[in-house]
């Protein structure tokens, strides 16, 4: 990851988001043929499978390995090493990359009308410095590049999108969406940011020169202190274990400056909040004190 732009910096061990965190790895549970596969996994990617919630990527795992003819883990794994294109078919599988422009609406409404307005006025050096922390094929950057030059066409910005998934990341630099992406959006947006190429959305060069994507592991990154006016993280921590989750929000928050904005997915919550200076401004919305 090239890092120094963007405000991250190069790999840290997983171990150290994850101290603590490691409640389902090989120290505490019996290396069943699910760790013994992780495990290898880890080896072969170094994406670390046991960090994330293990109902539902053990079920999404096995599922995906039986579809391709195979029942047995292990064998499974034998197959994986000796096929790279295997491997990315894999990853693409168990990573999940749904996304939509403008998706949950209310939540992008809060960021026009009360957030961004604020990040604007506020602007480090007349630049407002955003992170997409999991943003798949970039929908949620091109959304918020949009806003940012909708409340004032002068807004200078910096929109970085970071994805494990390769394949996802190349996609997002390419800033091309489906009807079906772009069904939250209203038309009126749509065709002032976006152009019509064949049956999809081309997002404008004006959006495209605000956004940056670039292929990152959020459990092994370590972004720099105070490098964002505003982190989004939503529907990417709903994966990992509670622990994980918690550790990585930390994580997020230290790379915020003070006055900054955390924002999560609607569904998700942010434990303990007033221990990392977050407060609640809505219930998906937290500025740093
Ligand atoms: C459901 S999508 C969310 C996309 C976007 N944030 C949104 O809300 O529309 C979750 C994304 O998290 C990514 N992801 C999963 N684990 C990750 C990790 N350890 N580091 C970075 N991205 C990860 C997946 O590849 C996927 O693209």
Request: glycine share 6%; hydrophobic share 35%.
């Given at each position: 990851m090239s890092a120094e732009p963007l405000g991250l910096r190069p790999r840290v061990p997983s171990e150290d988001l994850a101290r603590g965190a490691r409640s389902s790895t090989p120290a505490t549970v019996a290396a069943d043929d699910y760790t013994q596969f992780c495990e290898g996994i880890r080896a072969l990617t170094?994406?670390?499978?046991?960090?994330?919630?293990r109902g539902q990527m053990e079920r999404r795992i096995r599922s995906f390995a039986q579809r391709r003819g195979v029942t047995d883990l292990t064998a499974y794994l034998a197959q994986l090493r000796k096929d790279r294109a295997e491997v990315d078919e894999f990853l693409d599988r168990v990573t999940i990359n749904v996304s939509q422009l403008w998706r949950n609406p209310e939540q992008w409404t809060v960021l026009e009308r009360q957030v961004l307005p604020e990040l604007i006025a506020s602007a480090t050096a007349g630049r407002v410095r955003a992170w997409s922390a999991?943003?798949?094929?970039g929908a949620e950057a091109y959304t918020l590049a949009a806003l940012c030059r909708q409340l004032d066409p002068r807004t200078r910005a910096t929109i970085v999108g970071t994805d494990i998934d390769r394949r996802m990341v190349d996609r997002a630099r390419l800033g091309r969406f489906s009807d079906e992406d772009a069904r939250s959006a209203s038309k009126r947006v749509l065709e002032r940011w976006f152009t019509r190429d064949g049956d999809e959305w081309q997002a404008s060069r004006e959006l495209q020169a605000l956004c940056q994507f670039e292929v990152g592991d959020l459990l092994r990154v370590q972004p720099r202190r105070d490098a964002y006016d505003l982190v989004l993280c939503r529907n990417t921590v709903i994966y990992f274990t509670e622990d994980v989750r918690d550790a990585l929000h930390e994580r997020l928050v230290t790379s915020l400056r003070p006055g900054g904005y955390l924002v999560i997915g609607s569904t998700e919550r942010v434990s303990r909040p007033r221990e990392l200076g977050l407060v609640a401004t809505h219930p998906f919305t937290y500025r740093k004190s």
């Amino acid at each position: 990851m090239s890092a120094e732009p963007l405000g991250l910096r190069p790999r840290v061990p997983s171990e150290d988001l994850a101290r603590g965190a490691r409640s389902s790895t090989p120290a505490t549970v019996a290396a069943d043929d699910y760790t013994q596969f992780c495990e290898g996994i880890r080896a072969l990617t170094r994406i670390d499978l046991l960090q994330y919630k293990r109902g539902q990527m053990e079920r999404r795992i096995r599922s995906f390995a039986q579809r391709r003819g195979v029942t047995d883990l292990t064998a499974y794994l034998a197959q994986l090493r000796k096929d790279r294109a295997e491997v990315d078919e894999f990853l693409d599988r168990v990573t999940i990359n749904v996304s939509q422009l403008w998706r949950n609406p209310e939540q992008w409404t809060v960021l026009e009308r009360q957030v961004l307005p604020e990040l604007i006025a506020s602007a480090t050096a007349g630049r407002v410095r955003a992170w997409s922390a999991g943003c798949s094929y970039g929908a949620e950057a091109y959304t918020l590049a949009a806003l940012c030059r909708q409340l004032d066409p002068r807004t200078r910005a910096t929109i970085v999108g970071t994805d494990i998934d390769r394949r996802m990341v190349d996609r997002a630099r390419l800033g091309r969406f489906s009807d079906e992406d772009a069904r939250s959006a209203s038309k009126r947006v749509l065709e002032r940011w976006f152009t019509r190429d064949g049956d999809e959305w081309q997002a404008s060069r004006e959006l495209q020169a605000l956004c940056q994507f670039e292929v990152g592991d959020l459990l092994r990154v370590q972004p720099r202190r105070d490098a964002y006016d505003l982190v989004l993280c939503r529907n990417t921590v709903i994966y990992f274990t509670e622990d994980v989750r918690d550790a990585l929000h930390e994580r997020l928050v230290t790379s915020l400056r003070p006055g900054g904005y955390l924002v999560i997915g609607s569904t998700e919550r942010v434990s303990r909040p007033r221990e990392l200076g977050l407060v609640a401004t809505h219930p998906f919305t937290y500025r740093k004190s």
